[in-house]
Nanobody
């Protein structure tokens, strides 16, 4: 069983920054792809960013490119999302997700484990 816990959300002014963290426990997760998704009020959940085990391969949604940076901690069971130049359109609940090893296809799909989410609110 895998458990994911997000932290680091909060309220910031437009143009500000936040750093989200995701801590995974329950299994050895070194072989897992990890990603971030978000869901804004009245909208469907959408992909934000993903990172492979080594951290050498990443994928970003168009809305996140150039502003967000995904990374993995040294333990391989921790993941971060550095968010800069935030706008009100970034307001959403952000979810940490994990994709098991052996899953094929785009890094934007195939996730089996999800955290409970952390709220990010950006005021204008």
């Amino acid at each position: 069983q895998v458990q994911l816990l997000e932290s680091g959300g909060g309220l910031v002014q437009a143009g500000g920054s936040l750093r989200l963290s995701c801590a995974a426990s329950g299994r050895t997760l070194t072989n897992y792809v990890m990603g971030w998704f978000r869901q804004a009020p009245g909208k469907e959940r959408e992909f934000v960013a993903a990172i492979t085990r080594s951290g050498s391969s990443t994928d970003y949604a168009r809305s996140a490119q150039g502003r967000f940076t995904i990374s993995r901690g040294s333990t391989q069971n921790t993941m971060y999302l550095q968010m800069d130049s935030l706008t009100p359109e970034d307001t959403a609940v952000y979810y940490c997700a994990l994709r098991p090893p052996g899953t094929s296809g785009s890094l934007r799909s195939g996730y089996s484990y999800w955290g409970q989410g952390t709220q990010v609110s950006v005021s204008s």
